[in-house]
Nanobody, 127 residues
Framework: QVQLVESGGGLVQAGGSLRPSCAAS????????MGWFRQAPGKERAFVAA????????YYADYVKGRFTISGDNGENTAYLQMSSLKHEDMAVYYC????????????????????WGKGTLVTVSS
């Protein structure tokens, strides 16, 4: 059974930074694309960022572009989401996800979800 375990969420002031991580087990990291999604209170889960199997292609939601960076470490089987210039509206539970499908230019499937999910890590942004 594939397991994705997020950590690194927490409380941060607006304008600050956090770097949640996602440790993957029973999954060949380099054979899966990875993604981050978030769900704020009262809202549906939304796409944040995704990275291709090779790590070359990276995609971001418009509302985090320029502030968030997704990365992966194949040796550690871990994905990261570097979040900077955090805003109050970034407050949400952040979920890591993985999929055997790869990201391709022009493709949008990853915006709607992936095969495997973690349980999430809470990010709270204070004003």
């Amino acid at each position: 059974q594939v397991q994705l375990v997020e950590s690194g969420g927490g409380l941060v002031q607006a304008g600050g930074s956090l770097r949640p991580s996602c440790a993957a087990s029973r999954l060949t990291f380099s054979r899966h694309s990875m993604g981050w999604f978030r769900q704020a209170p009262g809202k549906e889960r939304a796409f944040v960022a995704a990275i291709s199997k090779s790590g070359v292609r990276k995609y971001y939601a418009d509302y985090v572009k320029g502030r968030f960076t997704i990365s992966g470490d194949n040796g550690e089987n871990t994905a990261y989401l570097q979040m900077s210039s955090l805003k109050h509206e970034d407050m949400a539970v952040y979920y890591c996800a993985a999929d055997f499908r790869d990201l391709i230019d022009g493709g949008t499937w990853f915006h709607y979800g992936m095969n495997y999910w973690g349980k999430g890590t809470l990010v709270t942004v204070s004003s």
